[in-house]
């Protein structure tokens, strides 16, 4: 007997190849990026580890010291003690920064007049090394809560605001004149057009300002202060506790990385007509 293949079945065939195919080009792309992720970190703990294995300084431990560190300091009630409330710190003072400055932002960027006024003082401002207002703060506020949040705001508002700034100022004409003819005011014209097209700057501006963040959280920790990263950093530095201290600083760049991913995939979720505006006008 003689098999009979109908087109249907070899229609069948061809998809099951295709699928075949898509997943096998998914899978090396899947594998290909992760190299190229981990490729970097991977070759730079090989040199760390080929540096610190003489053991020549005390103060450089190996990458197997600092694991075992992290692993006992970390995975243990000292994260609930120290790294929760910095985190919660963090994560309030952002939050603030960027209430105050998307607001502060728009209202400049809409009125020149008080963009002129207030120039010069953001400019002086601005000026200021946060680090600078910690030992101002302790006299004015005390040492609390509320001081730690105040540097990390001091510090973090200002890429938002003026991200903010620019980026309402960039709203196009044709656009405004559009809104204009179809009588799209208020409320309505402010989350329609202006913070959608301000988005992207304002975007850019909350991922600076999260990087600052983290670092005046860990400054604001390192003043008079009884928990926190920063504290349990400069704790384990006085105690010359050396595998603990950078144990602590490991800690700080995986939350670093943990927020930039968690940031990034927010700004595509926001900025998705925005890329998808960009790839057309790239197509066309």
């Given at each position: 007997m003689?098999?009979?293949?109908?087109?249907?079945?070899?229609?069948?065939?061809?998809?099951?190849?295709?699928?075949?195919?898509?997943?096998?080009?998914?899978?090396?792309g899947?594998?290909?990026?992760?190299?190229r992720?981990?490729?970097?970190?991977?070759?730079?703990?090989?040199?760390?580890?080929?540096?610190?294995?003489?053991?020549?300084s005390?103060?450089?431990?190996?990458?197997?010291?600092?694991?075992?560190?992290?692993?006992?300091?970390?995975?243990?009630?000292?994260?609930?003690?120290?790294?929760?409330?910095?985190i919660g710190?963090?994560?309030?003072?952002?939050?603030?920064?960027?209430?105050?400055?998307?607001i502060?932002?728009?209202?400049?960027?809409?009125s020149p007049?008080?963009?002129?006024?207030?120039?010069?003082?953001?400019?002086?401002?601005?000026?200021i090394?946060?680090?600078?207002?910690?030992?101002?703060?302790?006299?004015?506020?005390?040492?609390?809560?509320?001081m730690?949040?105040?540097?990390?705001?001091?510090?973090?508002?200002?890429?938002?605001?003026?991200?903010?700034?620019?980026?309402?100022?960039?709203?196009?004409?044709?656009?405004?004149?559009?809104?204009?003819?179809?009588?799209?005011?208020?409320?309505?014209?402010?989350?329609?057009?202006?913070?959608?097209?301000?988005?992207?700057?304002?975007?850019?501006?909350?991922?600076?300002?999260?990087?600052i963040?983290?670092?005046?959280?860990?400054?604001?920790?390192?003043?008079a202060s009884?928990?926190?990263?920063?504290?349990?950093?400069?704790?384990?530095?006085?105690?010359f506790?050396?595998?603990?201290?950078?144990s602590?600083?490991l800690?700080?760049?995986?939350?670093?990385?943990?927020?930039?991913?968690?940031?990034?995939?927010?700004?595509?979720?926001?900025?998705?007509?925005?890329?998808?505006a960009?790839?057309?006008?790239?197509?066309t």
């Amino acid at each position: 007997m003689t098999s009979v293949s109908t087109p249907g079945g070899a229609r069948t065939e061809n998809g099951a190849t295709s699928r075949t195919r898509r997943t096998a080009r998914l899978v090396r792309g899947a594998g290909a990026q992760a190299v190229r992720i981990l490729l970097l970190p991977v070759l730079l703990v090989l040199l760390w580890w080929g540096y610190t294995a003489t053991g020549s300084s005390y103060y450089m431990p190996t990458p197997g010291v600092i694991a075992g560190a992290f692993a006992e300091t970390w995975l243990s009630d000292q994260f609930f003690v120290h790294a929760l409330p910095s985190i919660g710190r963090l994560l309030a003072g952002f939050a603030l920064a960027a209430v105050a400055g998307v607001i502060a932002g728009v209202a400049l960027g809409l009125s020149p007049r008080a963009r002129a006024t207030a120039e010069p003082v953001l400019e002086f401002c601005r000026a200021i090394p946060p680090p600078v207002l910690v030992p101002l703060l302790m006299l004015l506020i005390g040492v609390n809560l509320q001081m730690k949040l105040a540097v990390i705001v001091a510090g973090s508002v200002w890429p938002i605001l003026l991200n903010t700034i620019e980026g309402v100022r960039a709203v196009d004409p044709v656009l405004v004149d559009t809104c204009r003819c179809y009588r799209i005011r208020g409320w309505r014209w402010l989350t329609t057009l202006v913070l959608r097209s301000a988005s992207p700057q304002m975007m850019a501006g909350l991922r600076q300002a999260l990087s600052i963040a983290i670092i005046l959280m860990v400054i604001s920790e390192m003043f008079a202060s009884s928990s926190g990263l920063g504290f349990r950093i400069v704790l384990a530095q006085r105690q010359f506790a050396i595998p603990e201290m950078w144990s602590g600083i490991l800690l700080l760049g995986l939350l670093g990385f943990a927020l930039s991913v968690v940031f990034g995939r927010v700004e595509r979720s926001v900025l998705h007509w925005y890329e998808g505006a960009r790839a057309a006008s790239r197509g066309t």
